[in-house]
């Protein structure tokens, strides 16, 4: 069985920066690709970014690009999201999750392990 524990989330100022953490417990995470998604109040829970199960690949939703950097530490079994120049639209409970596979994807369905969420909130 698999737990995923996020933490790092917390109330910051628009152009503040945030480091989230993804820490595991049980199986290895090395084998896998992970990810990042959020939600914001009344809409859907969308991809952020993902990473492929060794680090080499990354993707990012046009929206964070540039501003958002996702790592992993294998032997750490965590995985890191960097969050700089934040603004309001990034506020969302942001979710971390392991997907079935070592390729990165975008699509919910495919990842099988969640976190239970860790808030992000930025003030205007």
């Known amino acids: 069985q698999v737990q995923l524990v996020e933490s790092g989330g917390g109330l910051v100022q628009t152009g503040g920066s945030l480091r989230l953490s993804c820490a595991a417990s049980?199986?290895?995470?090395?084998?896998?690709?992970m990810a990042w998604f959020r939600q914001a109040p009344g809409k859907e829970r969308e991809f952020v970014a993902g990473?492929?199960?060794?680090?080499?690949?990354?993707e990012y939703a046009d929206a964070v690009k540039g501003r958002f950097i996702i790592s992993r530490d294998n032997a750490k079994n965590t995985m890191y999201l960097q969050m700089n120049s934040l603004q309001p639209e990034d506020t969302a409970v942001y979710y971390c999750?392991?997907?079935?596979?070592?390729?990165?994807?975008?699509?919910?369905?495919?990842?099988?392990?969640w976190g239970q969420g860790t808030q992000v909130t930025v003030s205007s």
């Open positions: 999750a392991r997907r079935r596979t070592a390729v990165v994807g975008r699509e919910r369905n495919e990842y099988n392990y």
């Open positions: 049980g199986r290895t995470l090395s084998r896998y690709a």
């Open positions: 990473i492929s199960s060794m680090g080499g690949i990354t």
